[in-house]
């Protein structure tokens, strides 16, 4: 320890030594001086030596020295928004690259909500999407054959399928629906009822201004008694009601001039009839009332606004039926006309649909059967009230061929109101009102049909659906006897996908 503290002392002192007085810049080793002893000067006369109070003079022949720049952080050193450094970007502007900062993360994107979370996803099938469904409702009718008078109820079972189709392109469309079943009455095998119908259309854009379309459809149903005009006490034998099968064909284009639009469709619709065999044995030969609808529509829209599009729509078609005439002897063809005048409204999606009235007419070939005329009215609308609740109405005017002896043809209208709502995403509640009018041309008939129905749908999930209903059916005719009153209860399970 001694030893140690002595060497540390010995070294301050050293330090502290200035050395020799004559050690010069090349003494120390300095590269590039190299400088001769300089000649003794007398003091007061170097130039170093000033008086008190004044500036040293500058040495002679040697330049004045630059003073040194100040201090700088070096290039590599700099920080955005630090001293010395260059400002931050603003806010809102991205910096560029050559700049480090931190990048700004973009908000995290809300979850999109689904409206629908019970709606079927269906399947695809190439770039098509295929929904289909199958359902099994087991019920009970008070009136399963709709006759007039007191009727022996009875339990039925309902058995029906189908699927809906759509296509999933960016240009033009396809969309199809088809369903089909069978009513099946335990107590009376007479009033089992089958049925089917279906639609498939599609569009093909030639063009953003030019477009074709078509449809085909076809539909199965089964005539009543009251249908048939049939009187008091008549009704159907063991081989049931008739069946009248319907299907045809829509073709068509449509052009677009800035704000005009104009189609024109050419259409063919036939119609068959079932023979139907009555309680009494006698046979009422409907085959003979088979015949085919060629028709011609044309219509043209302008488009006002994005809300509102006014229309004009005019039909001329020629009714021909295969046997010339009937089973009673009268000559059924007929041509006729209807013209309408409405408007297409979409107000941001609350109200959307169309609207429109006016006036057919067909003239008859035999001189026995009068003209047919009626005003026309046809709604098709939707109202969203709010989230959970939509409201519709629908309704159809058209002037309708009979197989009743001597009259010409009935012009029918029927009016439906839906409300639907949503009493849970995964509970619906509808309840429906219809009213449809049959007033026939050449003879005093006179019907209606009212109908109240309300419907609850139950979704476990999308595939499964839990439902019943329960509807209430008044046929009220001016001819006597055939008036008749139906009720119906179901309750079934749907499974779709």
């Known amino acids: 320890m001694i030893g140690i503290a002595t060497c540390l002392v010995a070294g301050a002192a050293l330090s502290q ?5 004559d050690l010069g810049p090349a003494d120390l080793g300095l590269k590039g001086v190299d400088e001769p002893d300089a000649p003794a000067v007398p ?5 170093n030596d000033s008086q008190p109070g004044e500036a040293p003079p500058k040495p002679k022949g040697e330049p004045a020295k630059t003073p040194l720049p100040p201090l700088r952080p070096y290039k ?4 955005l928004d630090q001293r010395g450094g260059p400002a931050g970007p603003k806010d809102g502007v991205t910096p560029s690259p050559t700049i480090a900062a931190l990048p700004t993360l973009p908000p995290p994107k809300r979850p999109v909500r689904d409206d629908k979370p019970f709606d079927p996803l269906g399947v695809s099938v190439g770039d ?4 289909p469904f199958v359902e099994e409702d087991l019920g009970w009718s008070s009136n399963p054959g709709l006759l007039p008078g007191p009727q022996k109820g009875s339990a039925f079972l309902m058995s029906q399928a189908g699927f809906v189709v759509d296509s999933d392109w960016s240009r033009s469309a396809l969309h199809g629906d088809f369903k089909g079943g069978l009513s099946d009455y335990f107590a009376d095998p007479s009033a089992d009822a089958p049925f089917a119908n279906g639609v498939v259309n ?12 078509g449809e085909g459809r076809f539909a199965v149903t089964t005539m009543t008694a009251g249908s048939l005009g049939l009187g008091p006490n008549v009704a159907f034998g063991s081989s049931g009601a008739p069946l009248t099968e319907t299907y045809g064909a829509t073709v068509g284009g449509d052009r677009t001039f800035g704000r005009l639009d104009l189609s024109l469709h050419g259409s063919f619709d036939r119609t068959a009839y079932e023979n139907a065999t009555l309680s009494d044995g006698a046979v009422d030969e409907l085959s003979s009332d088979v015949f085919t609808d060629w028709g011609l529509r044309g219509r043209a829209s302008y488009r006002v606004s994005a809300t509102l599009r006014p229309f004009v729509d005019v039909l001329v078609d020629a009714r021909r039926y295969d046997s010339g005439v ?15 005048l409405g408007a297409e409204v979409d107000l941001a999606g609350i109200l959307t649909g169309s609207l429109d009235v006016g006036y057919g007419e067909r003239d008859y070939q035999d001189p026995r059967l009068p003209d047919l005329a009626s005003p026309l009215f046809d709604a098709s609308l939707v109202w969203n009230a709010t989230g959970l609740t939509t409201v519709t109405l629908k309704s159809t005017s058209s002037l309708a061929e009979t197989t009743i002896r001597g009259a010409s043809g009935a012009a029918q209208h029927a009016t439906t109101f839906e409300i639907d709502h949503a009493l849970r995403r995964y509970l619906t509640l509808t309840g429906t009102v219809s009213y449809a009018t049959d007033a026939y041309a050449g003879m005093p008939l006179r019907d209606t049909t009212t109908t109240f129905g309300l419907v609850a749908s139950y979704s476990l999930n999308r595939d499964v659906v839990l439902k019943a209903s329960a509807s209430r059916q008044f046929y009220v005719s ?3 006897g055939t008036s008749y009153a139906a009720t119906i209860v179901m309750m079934g399970l749907k499974l779709q996908r």
Not at 128 to 131: A, E, F, G, H, Q
């Open 202 to 213: 599609g569009r093909w854009d030639l063009s953003r201004a030019l477009s074709f379309d």
């Open 76 to 79: 590599g050193a700099e920080r």
């Open 326 to 340: 009937d089973q009673y002897g009268y000559q059924r063809n007929s041509e006729g006309v209807a013209a309408r």
């Open 17 to 21: 030594d200035p050395g020799p007085a």
């Open 478 to 480: 001016n001819q006597p």
């Open 128 to 131: 098509l999407r295929l929904k």
């Open 43 to 47: 003091a007061g006369e170097g130039p």
